[in-house]
């Protein structure tokens, strides 16, 4: 089911329903985008591996703020608004959409085992492909029509 089908479904919603669809969209949607960290895939297109595999963790985890960053920032029955990142995930949305190009690399002190040395601010040129685990999606769309019409199904009985 594509966005617009899914919003043609909501919107013929009875009003009385909305309040509790809109909390359902939210819980459903926030669940959707932490579990891609875990698949390691989106809307069924996985993630371009990492270059240097990691020893333990995962893919985008280490402390794990980027995925808990994940949450509705915005819930009524007119619209949901699901974010990622915060002052301390800044780089959420760079790995989101992907990046390709210079960055600033701050004057910083590299300790080695030879001793500390002291590195000046340059640029470098990065590129970090996109491994994207928020926006729109099919599965999700699923799953959210799925779930309103079991919570519909209940109220009937």
Known sequence: MDFKELDRYLRSLPD????????????????????????????????APAR???????????????MNSIRASSVS???????????????????????????????????TRHGDVNVRQHTRNVSIPQRQFLGDSKELNDMIHDRIEKFIESLEI
């Open 52 to 66: 240097v595999q990691k020893r333990t963790g995962s893919l985008l985890i280490d402390s794990g703020a980027m």
């Open 77 to 111: 029955p007119e619209k949901v608004v699901i974010s990622a990142g915060n002052d301390k995930v800044d780089y959420a949305r760079v790995h989101n959409e992907g990046y390709s190009g210079p960055v600033t690399v701050p004057a910083h002190t590299r300790h």
């Open 16 to 47: 009385r329903i909305l309040p509790e669809a809109a909390e359902i969209i939210a819980e459903t949607a926030t669940e959707y985008y932490r579990e891609t960290f875990r698949k390691k895939a989106f809307d069924g297109n996985p993630w």
